[in-house]
C-alpha cells in the first residue's frame, strides 16, 4: 500500500532521528540508557538484584527492525536525502547484535546475568523471533538453536503460566517450525487458561491470551513473514485432515488451503494488489506472475508445487 507508506514515512524516519540522537555510546556500540528488559531482574555477581540496564535485548531487536524498515520505505519512495540514509545506516550497523549465552539460551541483557525468576512470563528478548523476523531457521539457524534453550528453561521453571505468556510460547514454536511443541502448548493454552466461555484466564482475563491463540493457530498453518508464502509450516500430526480460509499474507494475498493425511491438498491464492507470488512447501517452491483480483489453485503433484 504505497499511499499508507507515504502517510507513515515521516513518522519512520521522526523515529530514526529521534533513536540517532537518543541513543548513548558504550563499548563502540549505540545502546538505549537506561533501558530495562520489560518485567524482569537479574542477579549481579554479588547477589544484588536489579531492573535497570543499557541496550536490552528487546531494545536492540526493535531497533534493528526500525532502522531496516526506514531503509527499505526509503528505497521503495525513492528518498534522495542520500546523507541523511547513509548516517542512519552507520547508526543502525553500531546497534548490538543479539549474543548467546553461557546456557546456550539469548541472551536478554548485554551482561549474561543470571535470572531472579528463570520461568518468567515475559519473554523479550525473543522479540526477533516473534513477532519480528530477525532469527529464521533459514537464516540464523544458531540463533534458533539458543532461541530454543531460552524457551525450554522457561517451561522447565514454570513459564507459560500466564495465558499470554503461553500464546506467545506458541507463536514462538511456530515460527521455529516446531510443529508438536506448538500442539502441546496449544492444548496447554486452553486446558491451563481458557475458561468456559473462551476468555483467556490471566486471571482474571486479558485478550492477549485468546489473540495470541489464534494468532499461533494461524502461523502453524501459514507464515509470510520471510520474503515468501509458507504453507503448513507447523501443521501437528493430530490435525490428519483440515481446512482453513481467507488467511492474509504479505504481498496483499488472501490464501485458503486444505489438507489430507498430514499432506498439503491445494491452495488458493487471491491477489489483491497483483504483485509476484512465492510460495513453499515443505522444500518444495513455485513463483509466478499474478494479476490484480485473480485467483491461483496449487496442488502438490508428485514431489513439485504446480498450479492449476
Known amino acids: 500500500d504505497r499511499k499508507f507508506l507515504e502517510k507513515m514515512y ?6 530514526v532521528q529521534f ?3 537518543f541513543l548513548v555510546e558504550k563499548e563502540r556500540k549505540l545502546v538505549t540508557c537506561p533501558s530495562v528488559s520489560p518485567e524482569n531482574t537479574y542477579i549481579m555477581k554479588d547477589g544484588t538484584k536489579g531492573c535497570l540496564s543499557y541496550g536490552v535485548t528487546m531494545d536492540n531487536e526493535i531497533l534493528h527492525e526500525l532502522f531496516a524498515d526506514f531503509q527499505k520505505a526509503a528505497e521503495v519512495l525513492g528518498e534522495k536525502d542520500t546523507a541523511f540514509l547513509a548516517a542512519a545506516r552507520k547508526c543502525e550497523q553500531k546497534l548490538p547484535e543479539i549474543q548467546i549465552g553461557k546456557h546456550g539460551q539469548i541472551m536478554e541483557w548485554q551482561e549474561d546475568y543470571e535470572e531472579a525468576e528463570p520461568g518468567h512470563r515475559h519473554i523479550s528478548h525473543l522479540w526477533a523471533l516473534h513477532p519480528a523476523y530477525q532469527i529464521t531457521p533459514d537464516g540464523e539457524p544458531e540463533l534458533c538453536k539458543a532461541a530454543r534453550v531460552t524457551l525450554q528453561r522457561r517451561l522447565e521453571s514454570g513459564g507459560g503460566h500466564t495465558g499470554w505468556s503461553r500464546a506467545w510460547i506458541l507463536n514462538m514454536y511456530a515460527r521455529l517450525w516446531e510443529e508438536e511443541l506448538c500442539y502441546k502448548n496449544l492444548l496447554a493454552l486452553l486446558k491451563k487458561s481458557t475458561l468456559p466461555n473462551l476468555f483467556d484466564n490471566h486471571p482474571p482475563f486479558q485478550i492477549d491470551g485468546n489473540f495470541g ?3 499461533g493457530i494461524t502461523e502453524m498453518l501459514l507464515q509470510s513473514h520471510m520474503g515468501f508464502i509458507q504453507l503448513l509450516p507447523a501443521l501437528p500430526d493430530a490435525w490428519k485432515n483440515g481446512s482453513i480460509t481467507g488467511i492474509c499474507a504479505k ?3 488472501e490464501i485458503s488451503i486444505s ?6 491438498d491445494k491452495a488458493t491464492i487471491l ?24 485467483k491461483y489453485e496449487i496442488t502438490l503433484v508428485g514431489n513439485l508445487l504446480k498450479l492449476l
Open 259 to 264: 489438507w489430507k493425511e498430514g499432506q498439503l
Open 271 to 294: 491477489s489483491g494488489s497483483g504483485t509476484p507470488c512465492n510460495v513453499r512447501y515443505g522444500d518444495k517452491t513455485l513463483s509466478f506472475s499474478t494479476v490484480k483480483g485473480k
Open 213 to 215: 491463540g489464534t494468532a
Open 19 to 21: 533513536f540517532m540522537d
Open 251 to 253: 504481498g496483499n494475498f
Open 10 to 15: 515521516p513518522l519512520l524516519k521522526e523515529s
